[in-house]
């Protein structure tokens, strides 16, 4: 499964922690934005490591999951490939 990782945390060193993290489980796709390939069992300990974490009154952390038809519809437009597009190229 596809996981679109957006977040907007105000805190320096708690983003930096997120970022971290999300580096290790997917590709950076853009400034606070990541996507990753998960399993159930890999989403879940995504989410029981972002909710963690107390976040400020401005701050957020959004998940989009995407199925494989979905994914497969992702265009990137300028530099970069997606997690999606670069697996849909391979198909």
């Known amino acids: ?4 990782v957006a977040y907007d945390i105000t805190d320096d060193q708690l983003r930096g922690k997120i970022f971290s993290f999300l580096k ?3 590709v950076h796709s853009q400034r606070s934005v990541f996507e990753c390939e998960t399993d159930p ?3 879940r300990n995504l989410l029981r490591f972002l909710q963690k974490y107390d976040l400020g009154e401005r701050d957020s952390i959004v998940l989009y ?3 494989r ?3 497969r519809k992702v265009r990137v437009i300028g530099q970069g490939c997606a997690l999606a597009e670069r697996d849909w190229m391979m198909i």
């Open 69 to 71: 038809r979905c994914a």
């Open 65 to 67: 999951p995407l199925c």
């Open 1 to 4: 499964m596809h996981v679109l």
């Open 24 to 26: 290790e489980k997917g």
């Open 41 to 43: 069992e890999s989403l």
